[in-house]
């Protein structure tokens, strides 16, 4: 067995324990703490102004009573429950699929890594304008392909379902490259020899894929779609300008009614409330979540 | 005394010198104070200022007068730009610190009442108390005045806190050159404008009447207010005097809903519930619409070839009343106004340019630009007759009867509930009394938990 | 049982494909940026070139977009660097240097709690805290603001990789009298090339496209790319061209860096994993 460190190298461990975690508590203590128990207090409120000042009211939790009638919150936490369930599967699968493919090929995997990342770098407004301009019954792109080979056109933002569906395309066009470059970065990182010892073995492509590819990712597939089901569920650009949260309330999502309640119409504290709400039923999802796959882990 | 020539000339000199020291300094003063002021009155050097406004058509107009501001009085002005909904957010930051960023606040109808209620303006005469606003600037409802006892713009019982901007109102758009094909006649009414669309429809190349019935902050229920005031229905029974009674369910808003839902069944696209301002805007430009009623701000481009498949087939009238009626649009317009929290010596700053801009030299300038001018006597103007300017006169007829959607802060709230409803009535989902009860029961419960003294109507059957 | 094998021309394909749906709206775009909008509007296969849309948002009076490009260059270059080493050093620190099962869980669960809030929530209390430091205005502001939204993901990127250098490595560099910043600059950042790449990448992209905070905390001298390509967005009018050719300026340089930067992805793979 080892001999145990020396004291001298146990300190220096300790002092840098601290040094080097240090950095990444001061900006939460600093930027994030405070503003995380600013939006509790909110909501615990209900704060006007008035003469140049602001007049904070204590009302307990009578804001998070008003939630469940509120039609737009319950509209806002169906769809985005749907949404980012959807999205989201199809972003991880498709994702996968193209990372696992450019990591095979030889020829042309800086091109196809450009071009896949090529979505995210446009700003989110953007890509709403443009898609809204593609989406357009008459004028748009995709009906005017659509004529090309002879099939009617939709209304693709105009109809209830057809316009939530259409937003969803949007996103997996939009965040697929998100999923692509991590799930890429993962698989390259993984030692080459298991590729090949797999081959040798005689394994096929599913085998290899489901007993070995997959299990040694699975670090970085959980922390891509922990985050990519967090990011879902702010869905906002998208929605903001495709649709604004209609037709009726077919593509409200919760980050829309948040802005909607706290921005535009001022009530901080209520809006604050659907914040940390939204927060509640997120961090359950994803607990369970990473408590199914450690216990996944652990196992293997 | 012996002649000294040399001390003679010397104390003659000197004089002389101070003399003609004194007729060149003051020439010069005179021809550059000239050179500088407008005919008649010099305008006092100031602080620099901060105007705070949103990127929007009219703000080239805009800073090409605030450019001659500080060509004549040599005062400097920023301005701040922003995206519109980023000036809202941004001007509410600047207030509500200690010390405020900006000096001259353009704020738009949307949140005007929050302001003011919030009390963070101050009043133009703790400034100087000599300031009026000039009696030829229009009066937009009453918004420049705030009566801070009773909480309502009113120009009698209170005190004058800003300056017009810009007075965007809704106009009727309509296709002058369909119309002389067919023999129109320009509508008075909504059945007359109803009868017109209908004659014009022609499905998918264009249709007779295009609506912004899409929910957003503000779309649909923006649209519909002309509509609503003009059949003699309100949201309250009576804002200004304070009786907040939920009149939304009215007989008479039923069958303003009842028209604006049949215009869209009978005249307009398929789906009139995804058009938002700019896709109604869109439909005016690419010729897809025969009428609409957007904003006189969307005029500049309509006669812009990069922009306009309808250059010179457009003209604008008054909007259409309901019987009994008259023609009502809603007021989306912008007030500057100055915040309490920034020192003396900018509030002093910034009220030299307001007065400025409201000054009839100014405003010609404005509205050379191609934007409504906020004073009457301009639109007098010879150059006002020309074609460039053919909006002027409908402009000018509806003005004074521009009324606000909201004078409360709760206003973004009520219009979240309109916006719902009422899209819901015009794709369907709702029948227009259901949507209009509904409405009412929600806005009643805002305004109750908010404290204001109202009531209901009985429901709509 | 059918096997399936890496069909070398059927993973082509379906690699072409994607390119083909990824690239075709950005072409799109491409070409927006040199119409009128009428012609985007009326969606015309066939147009004359039109450079108006380049002139507004490079020379108009309100446009500052060579400025705002050098801003949002400054803000992303600086929140992504400091993310990448504030990150790493955290992860190395929470995995590696013994601290009790509990810390990392719980730095792990912060950073995603703070990740699930909505930016607007955030500006109020930023705003509020710079401004009462006079620092409302400045790079720093919007640097740091940056850094705390992206510090998440990056933690949480550099964990997984920071946790997959065999212990042996480490150990053997110990006993050989390896102090820990000795530790760091000569393996732990070496081997963690990928994760690097990845997390810089997105963190940059992020911090470039970054809306709601870039909007309250800069004014026109510190204003970044997604302000200025907003303001175009308007009421009346969304001028589709103006967006288009900002989005365009922008995005070209950023596909030079990807191209440039994926060279040295390549050579750091290659290195990396001598394991």
Same mark, same amino acid.
């Given at each position: 067995?080892?001999?145990?460190?020396?004291?001298?190298?146990?300190?220096?461990?300790?002092?840098?324990? =601290?040094?080097? /975690? &240090?950095?990444?508590?001061?900006?939460?203590?600093?930027? $994030? @703490?405070?503003?995380? #128990?600013?939006?509790? %207090?909110?909501?615990?409120?209900?704060?006007?102004?008035?003469?140049?000042?602001?007049?904070?009211?204590?009302?307990?939790?009578?804001?998070?009573?008003?939630?469940?009638?509120?039609?737009?919150?319950?509209?806002?936490?169906?769809?985005?429950?749907? =949404?980012?369930? /959807? &999205?989201?599967?199809?972003?991880?699968?498709?994702?996968? $699929? @193209?990372?696992?493919? #450019?990591?095979?090929? %030889?020829?042309?995997?800086?091109?196809?890594?450009?071009?896949?990342?090529?979505?995210?770098?446009?700003?989110?407004?953007?890509?709403?304008?443009?898609?809204?301009?593609?989406?357009?019954?008459?004028?748009?792109?995709?009906?005017?392909?659509?004529?090309?080979?002879? /099939? &009617?056109?939709?209304?693709?933002?105009?109809?209830?379902?057809?316009?939530?569906?259409? #937003?969803?395309?949007?996103?997996?066009?939009?965040?697929?490259?998100?999923?692509?470059?991590?799930?890429?970065?993962?698989?390259?990182?993984?030692?080459?020899?298991?590729?090949?010892?797999?081959?040798?073995?005689?394994?096929?492509?599913?085998?290899?894929?489901?007993?070995?590819?997959?299990?040694?990712?699975?670090?970085?597939?959980?922390?891509?779609?922990?985050?990519?089901?967090?990011?879902?569920?702010?869905?906002?650009?998208?929605?903001?300008?495709?649709?604004?949260?209609?037709?009726?309330?077919?593509?409200?999502?919760?980050?829309?009614?948040?802005?909607?309640?706290?921005?535009?119409?001022?009530?901080?504290?209520?809006?604050?409330?659907?914040?940390?709400?939204?927060?509640?039923?997120?961090?359950?999802?994803?607990?369970?979540?990473?408590?199914?796959?450690?216990?996944?882990?652990?196992?293997? | 005394?012996?002649?000294?020539?040399?001390?003679?000339?010397?104390?003659?000199?000197?004089?002389?010198?101070?003399?003609?020291?004194?007729?060149?300094?003051?020439?010069?003063?005179?021809?550059?104070?000239?050179?500088?002021?407008?005919?008649?009155?010099?305008?006092?050097?100031?602080?620099?200022?901060?105007?705070?406004?949103?990127?929007?058509?009219?703000?080239?107009?805009?800073?090409?007068?605030?450019?001659?501001?500080?060509?004549?009085?040599?005062?400097?002005?920023?301005?701040?730009?922003?995206?519109?909904?980023?000036?809202?957010?941004?001007?509410?930051?600047?207030?509500?610190?200690?010390?405020?960023?900006?000096?001259?606040?353009?704020?738009?109808?949307?949140?005007?009442?929050?302001?003011?209620?919030?009390?963070?303006?101050?009043?133009?005469?703790?400034?100087?108390?000599?300031?009026?606003?000039?009696?030829?600037?229009?009066?937009?409802?009453?918004?420049?005045?705030?009566?801070?006892?009773?909480?309502?713009?009113?120009?009698?019982?209170?005190?004058?806190?800003?300056?017009?901007?810009?007075?965007?109102?809704?106009?009727?758009?309509?296709?002058?050159?369909?119309?002389?094909?067919?023999?129109?006649?320009?509508?008075?009414?909504?059945?007359?404008?109803?009868?017109?669309?209908?004659?014009?429809?022609?499905?998918?190349?264009?249709?007779?009447?295009?609506?912004?019935?899409?929910?957003?902050?503000?779309?649909?229920?923006?649209?519909?207010?002309?509509?609503?005031?003009?059949?003699?229905?309100?949201?309250?029974?009576?804002?200004?005097?304070?009786?907040?009674?939920?009149?939304?369910?009215?007989?008479?808003?039923?069958?303003?809903?009842?028209?604006?839902?049949?215009?869209?069944?009978?005249?307009?696209?398929?789906?009139?519930?995804?058009?938002?301002?700019?896709?109604?805007?869109?439909?005016?430009?690419?010729?897809?619409?025969?009428?609409?009623?957007?904003?006189?701000?969307?005029?500049?481009?309509?006669?812009?070839?990069?922009?306009?498949?309808?250059?010179?087939?457009?003209?604008?009238?008054?909007?259409?009343?309901?019987?009994?009626?008259?023609?009502?649009?809603?007021?989306?317009?912008?007030?500057?106004?100055?915040?309490?929290?920034?020192?003396?010596?900018?509030?002093?700053?910034?009220?030299?340019?307001?007065?400025?801009?409201?000054?009839?030299?100014?405003?010609?300038?404005?509205?050379?630009?191609?934007?409504?001018?906020?004073?009457?006597?301009?639109?007098?103007?010879?150059?006002?007759?020309?074609?460039?300017?053919?909006?002027?006169?409908?402009?000018?007829?509806?003005?004074?009867?521009?009324?606000?959607?909201?004078?409360?802060?709760?206003?973004?709230?009520?219009?979240?509930?309109?916006?719902?409803?009422?899209?819901?009535?015009?794709?369907?989902?709702?029948?227009?009394?259901?949507?209009?009860?509904?409405?009412?029961?929600?806005?009643?419960?805002?305004?109750?938990?908010?404290?204001?003294?109202?009531?209901?109507?009985?429901?709509?059957? | 049982?059918?096997?399936?094998?890496?069909?070398?021309?059927?993973?082509?394909?379906?690699?072409?494909?994607?390119?083909?749906?990824?690239?075709?709206?950005?072409?799109?775009?491409?070409?927006?940026?040199?119409?009128?909008?009428?012609?985007?509007?009326?969606?015309?296969?066939?147009?004359?070139?039109?450079?108006?849309?380049?002139?507004?948002?490079?020379?108009?009076?309100?446009?500052?977009?060579?400025?705002?490009?050098?801003?949002?260059?400054?803000?992303?270059?600086?929140?992504?660097?400091?993310?990448?080493?504030?990150?790493?050093?955290?992860?190395?620190?929470?995995?590696?240097?013994?601290?009790?099962?509990?810390?990392?869980?719980?730095?792990?669960?912060?950073?995603?709690?703070?990740?699930?809030?909505?930016?607007?929530?955030?500006?109020?209390?930023?705003?509020?805290?710079?401004?009462?430091?006079?620092?409302?205005?400045?790079?720093?502001?919007?640097?740091?603001?940056?850094?705390?939204?992206?510090?998440?993901?990056?933690?949480?990127?550099?964990?997984?990789?920071?946790?997959?250098?065999?212990?042996?490595?480490?150990?053997?560099?110990?006993?050989?009298?390896?102090?820990?910043?000795?530790?760091?600059?000569?393996?732990?950042?070496?081997?963690?090339?990928?994760?690097?790449?990845?997390?810089?990448?997105?963190?940059?992209?992020?911090?470039?496209?970054?809306?709601?905070?870039?909007?309250?905390?800069?004014?026109?001298?510190?204003?970044?790319?997604?302000?200025?390509?907003?303001?175009?967005?308007?009421?009346?009018?969304?001028?589709?061209?103006?967006?288009?050719?900002?989005?365009?300026?922008?995005?070209?340089?950023?596909?030079?860096?990807?191209?440039?930067?994926?060279?040295?992805?390549?050579?750091?793979?290659?290195?990396?994993?001598?394991?």
């Amino acid at each position: 067995m080892r001999a145990p460190p020396a004291r001298a190298d146990a300190i220096q461990v300790d002092r840098w324990r =601290f040094y080097t /975690l &240090a950095p990444a508590l001061a900006v939460y203590l600093l930027l $994030a @703490l405070l503003p995380i #128990v600013n939006l509790v %207090v909110m909501s615990a409120h209900d704060i006007r102004w008035q003469q140049g000042a602001a007049q904070w009211t204590l009302v307990g939790l009578k804001h998070y009573t008003e939630l469940p009638r509120d039609p737009l919150v319950r509209a806002g936490l169906a769809n985005t429950t749907l =949404f980012a369930l /959807l &999205a989201v599967t199809a972003e991880m699968l498709i994702g996968f $699929a @193209l990372a696992l493919f #450019v990591s095979r090929i %030889v020829v042309g995997r800086v091109l196809y890594r450009t071009i896949f990342l090529l979505p995210i770098l446009i700003p989110g407004i953007v890509i709403g304008a443009i898609w809204k301009l593609m989406y357009n019954p008459d004028f748009g792109i995709i009906n005017q392909l659509f004529g090309l080979v002879g /099939l &009617a056109g939709f209304d693709w933002l105009g109809s209830g379902r057809l316009a939530f569906m259409s #937003v969803i395309v949007v996103d997996i066009w939009h965040w697929t490259p998100f999923v692509f470059l991590l799930l890429l970065a993962g698989l390259e990182s993984l030692p080459e020899d298991i590729h090949e010892a797999a081959m040798l073995d005689g394994a096929s492509a599913w085998q290899e894929l489901r007993r070995v590819t997959i299990p040694m990712m699975l670090p970085v597939i959980v922390v891509t779609l922990a985050f990519r089901l967090i990011v879902s569920f702010k869905v906002f650009d998208e929605v903001y300008l495709l649709t604004g949260g209609g037709p009726g309330t077919a593509t409200e999502v919760l980050s829309f009614t948040i802005y909607r309640r706290f921005f535009t119409e001022d009530r901080m504290g209520y809006g604050s409330a659907i914040s940390v709400v939204a927060l509640f039923v997120l961090t359950l999802v994803i607990v369970l979540f990473m408590g199914m796959t450690r216990r996944r882990m652990h196992t293997n | 005394m012996i002649f000294n020539r040399g001390a003679f000339v010397h104390s003659l000199l000197r004089p002389f010198i101070a003399l003609a020291a004194l007729v060149v300094t003051t020439a010069m003063a005179t021809w550059g104070g000239a050179a500088f002021a407008q005919a008649g009155a010099p305008w006092p050097k100031v602080s620099p200022i901060t105007i705070v406004i949103n990127q929007s058509p009219w703000f080239g107009g805009f800073s090409k007068v605030v450019e001659a501001y500080e060509k004549e009085t040599g005062n400097k002005v920023t301005l701040d730009v922003n995206p519109f909904a980023g000036s809202g957010e941004k001007q509410r930051n600047s207030v509500r610190a200690k010390e405020g960023q900006f000096d001259i606040l353009v704020m738009n109808s949307a949140w005007l009442a929050e302001f003011y209620h919030g009390g963070f303006l101050t009043p133009l005469n703790t400034i100087d108390a000599s300031f009026r606003l000039d009696p030829q600037v229009m009066s937009y409802d009453d918004t420049g005045y705030w009566d801070a006892t009773k909480k309502s713009n009113n120009a009698k019982t209170g005190v004058v806190y800003g300056v017009p901007i810009n007075g965007n109102i809704q106009v009727l758009y309509y296709r002058s050159d369909l119309y002389e094909k067919a023999g129109l006649k320009v509508p008075q009414t909504w059945d007359e404008l109803a009868a017109n669309a209908k004659a014009l429809n022609s499905p998918p190349n264009v249709y007779g009447m295009v609506q912004r019935g899409a929910r957003s902050a503000s779309d649909i229920s923006y649209d519909w207010m002309p509509y609503l005031h003009s059949y003699n229905g309100a949201i309250f029974r009576d804002e200004k005097a304070g009786d907040f009674t939920v009149t939304i369910n009215s007989p008479e808003a039923r069958q303003a809903l009842d028209m604006y839902v049949n215009l869209a069944k009978n005249s307009g696209p398929p789906n009139p519930g995804s058009y938002g301002q700019a896709q109604v805007i869109q439909a005016l430009l690419t010729g897809k619409a025969a009428h609409a009623t957007p904003v006189i701000a969307a005029w500049p481009q309509l006669d812009d070839a990069t922009k306009s498949a309808v250059v010179g087939k457009v003209n604008v009238a008054v909007l259409p009343h309901g019987p009994g009626g008259r023609t009502t649009p809603t007021l989306g317009h912008f007030i500057g106004g100055i915040p309490n929290n920034i020192p003396k010596d900018r509030q002093v700053a910034a009220l030299a340019f307001l007065r400025w801009f409201q000054s009839y030299d100014a405003q010609v300038k404005y509205a050379q630009t191609g934007q409504p001018p906020i004073r009457i006597d301009v639109y007098d103007a010879p150059f006002m007759k020309s074609p460039d300017y053919r909006w002027s006169r409908a402009i000018l007829a509806s003005l004074p009867n521009a009324k606000m959607m909201y004078t409360v802060p709760e206003g973004p709230q009520i219009a979240s509930v309109l916006e719902l409803r009422l899209n819901q009535a015009v794709l369907g989902e709702k029948t227009t009394a259901d949507a209009l009860n509904t409405a009412a029961d929600e806005i009643h419960d805002i305004m109750q938990k908010a404290g204001y003294k109202t009531a209901r109507l009985p429901a709509l059957k | 049982m059918e096997s399936v094998r890496w069909h070398r021309v059927g993973m082509h394909a379906v690699l072409a494909l994607g390119a083909l749906i990824v690239v075709l709206p950005v072409v799109w775009i491409g070409f927006a940026a040199f119409k009128t909008q009428i012609a985007l509007l009326r969606g015309d296969f066939l147009f004359t070139p039109y450079f108006g849309n380049f002139e507004e948002l490079l020379f108009s009076k309100a446009s500052d977009y060579p400025a705002n490009f050098f801003n949002s260059l400054l803000v992303a270059s600086g929140s992504t660097t400091m993310v990448l080493l504030i990150a790493t050093l955290a992860a190395y620190s929470m995995y590696r240097l013994r601290w009790p099962s509990w810390v990392p869980a719980l730095v792990l669960m912060g950073s995603l709690v703070f990740h699930m809030i909505p930016p607007i929530t955030l500006v109020g209390p930023w705003y509020v805290m710079f401004r009462s430091i006079g620092w409302d205005n400045t790079y720093a502001a919007l640097v740091l603001t940056h850094v705390a939204l992206n510090l998440p993901i990056g933690i949480a990127v550099m964990s997984v990789f920071v946790r997959d250098i065999p212990l042996e490595i480490e150990e053997a560099a110990r006993l050989d009298g390896c102090s820990t910043p000795q530790m760091l600059w000569r393996i732990v950042f070496p081997l963690v090339g990928p994760g690097l790449a990845a997390t810089g990448i997105l963190v940059f992209v992020f911090s470039w496209n970054e809306f709601a905070v870039a909007l309250n905390l800069t004014s026109r001298q510190t204003a970044t790319v997604p302000v200025a390509i907003a303001k175009f967005a308007q009421e009346y009018e969304i001028k589709n061209g103006v967006m288009a050719a900002g989005a365009l300026l922008s995005v070209i340089p950023a596909i030079l860096l990807l191209l440039f930067a994926q060279r040295h992805i390549v050579k750091g793979l290659t290195a990396g994993t001598g394991k």
